[in-house]
């Protein structure tokens, strides 16, 4: 099944698919912070966005396509701090009926493949929610340790709370 996914970088032309994968995963209001309401991103704002990351080479946005469609994509940014050059952060969406396919894992294989030969990247660096389990494993399995937990860091309603838990891998 993997043989199918092809796993590529941005170009200014994925802007498009980026924020409609983006809109429909948060529509989903499972796992993420920002809600669908909160998101107003604009086509134009979503090029520059795009066009910032490609333009800075501590940053990488990639696409992922299963059988020549765009099913998802994952972005880690660097901070323009010096003194935390060396690290950065990912994010990731996929739309919720290609899930389980393999395609995190393809994303994320080659985000470390990118940061091993990037000679400014030593930390990887992510934030989950603790009820997203089958993330979790998926972080674990390639090698990402939890380093420490923001405890009901995430509130969901006026009665309910959850963890948002760190990971990090060194390249």
Same mark, same amino acid.
């Given at each position: ?6 796993? %590529? ?6 802007? &498009? ?22 998101? /107003? /991103?604009?086509?134009?704002?979503? #090029?520059? @966005? ?7 080479? %501590? ?21 323009? %701090? ?16 290609? %899930? ?7 994303? =994320?294989?080659?985000?470390?493949? @990118?940061? $091993?030969?990037?000679?400014?990247? &030593?930390?990887?660096? =992510? +934030? ?14 390639? +090698?990402?340790? &939890? &380093? $420490? ?5 995430? #509130? ?16």
């Amino acid at each position: 099944m993997t043989e199918q996914i092809k796993i %590529r970088a941005a170009t200014e032309e994925d802007a &498009e698919n980026i924020l409609s994968i983006q809109s429909e995963v948060l529509a989903e209001e499972d796992y993420l912070i920002t809600t669908l309401e909160e998101f /107003q /991103q604009t086509i134009g704002e979503q #090029k520059k @966005w795009v066009e910032a990351k490609l333009a800075n080479e %501590r940053e990488l946005i990639l696409i992922a396509q299963y059988q020549e469609k765009i099913v998802g994509w994952l972005v880690f940014q660097s901070p323009n %701090r010096k003194r935390l050059a060396h690290t950065g952060s990912f994010g990731m969406m996929i739309l919720k009926k290609y %899930r389980g396919l393999g395609i995190g894992k393809c994303l =994320l294989e080659q985000l470390l493949k @990118w940061a $091993g030969c990037n000679p400014y990247i &030593e930390k990887i660096s =992510l +934030g989950v929610f603790s009820t997203n389990e089958s993330a979790i494993a998926l972080y674990k399995k390639m +090698g990402f340790v &939890e &380093e $420490g937990r923001k405890i009901n860091e995430i #509130k969901l309603n006026d009665k309910q709370y959850i963890d948002d838990v760190l990971m990090y891998k060194m390249v």
